[in-house]
């Protein structure tokens, strides 16, 4: 069922919450059969295509990370999906009372896996690490992302639609400020923790 669902919230997202939502997956569920396999798509085309083809700004010169400092950034990056995604849901899940929301820890967790899906499955561009074709790519994502959380939150939170755009206009802020907090992280590791080691 989560292959099909993951499928249909791409292709007819408004259909797809409804039966997401009639299936009632646990918080466990998500993490283990869905998170795991989500997170793991950016981390490992990230490891193969910056050791195996090279990071390029423009598609130019190729630069080579080393196997050893590839696969300490990809565990890095793999872990930090999973610390966001659920840390976005908690936060939902504390802010949903506002709007008039009465649902579990699990529906939180429902709507922010389903909703970074695009976003996940994006990452297989990382295969081929060209900083403006992942920079597009990854735009679009984020777009489709933005459109299937407004579709999403009424549906799973079970508000009245004026209530669910300020709720998902919410999410929208508190997630961007995960994403650039994950970007600020993954520099200080780079820099100090994790060390990049480039081999040409």
């Given at each position: ?100 929301g ?24 990382g ?24 579709t ?44 990049l080691?480039?081999?040409?």
């Open positions: 069922m989560f292959l099909q669902h993951m499928w249909g919230v791409i292709y007819d997202p408004k259909h797809e919450w409804i039966d997401i939502r009639k299936e009632h997956y646990s918080m466990m569920h998500c993490f283990m059969s869905q998170i795991s396999i989500l997170a793991a798509i950016p981390a490992l085309s990230l490891f193969i295509g910056t050791t195996q083809i090279g990071w390029s700004i423009s598609g130019g010169e190729f630069i080579k990370l080393s196997t050893q400092s590839a696969l300490m950034a990809a565990v890095a990056f793999y872990a930090a999906m999973w610390v966001a995604v659920g840390f976005i849901a908690f936060v939902i899940h504390w802010m949903e009372k506002t709007y008039g009465n649902v579990t820890l699990d529906e939180c967790m429902v709507l922010t896996t389903f909703t970074a899906t695009p976003l996940f499955l994006a990452g297989i561009v295969l081929y690490p060209v900083l403006w074709l992942n920079v597009i790519v990854g735009m679009i994502a984020l777009a489709y992302t933005v459109y299937l959380l407004y999403g939150v009424p549906e799973i939170m079970q508000i009245s639609e004026d209530r669910a755009f300020f709720f998902a206009s919410s999410i929208l802020t508190v997630g961007l400020c995960v994403l650039v907090g994950l970007l600020a992280v993954t520099v200080i590791l780079w820099s100090t923790i994790i060390p080691s480039y081999i040409g």
